[in-house]
């Protein structure tokens, strides 16, 4: 079955168009890993502070559940 016609599960879905991957594949290194750093600002600035504690223990090691 094609992702698209699978039932949809808790949480979010994203497509990317063949269109977008052609257009990510013609940025530079440097525009691609930019491009990174932004979503993983963006993604940094809108995590509610439950979220943001439970990065913070796995970006140390730590089990987020304790």
Same mark, same amino acid.
């Given at each position: 079955?094609?992702?698209?016609?699978?039932?949809?599960?808790a949480?979010?879905?994203?497509?990317?168009?063949? $269109?977008?991957? %052609?257009a990510f594949?013609r /940025?530079?290194?440097l525009?691609r890993?930019e491009w990174?750093?932004?979503?993983?600002e963006?993604t940094w600035?809108?995590?509610?502070? $439950?979220?943001h %504690?439970?990065?913070?223990? /796995?970006r140390?090691?730590?089990?987020?559940?304790?």
């Amino acid at each position: 079955m094609s992702a698209e016609r699978r039932p949809q599960k808790a949480g979010f879905r994203y497509f990317v168009s063949d $269109e977008q991957l %052609a257009a990510f594949g013609r /940025l530079t290194l440097l525009q691609r890993l930019e491009w990174v750093e932004a979503a993983r600002e963006f993604t940094w600035l809108a995590q509610t502070p $439950e979220t943001h %504690a439970r990065h913070e223990r /796995l970006r140390q090691g730590k089990f987020i559940d304790q």
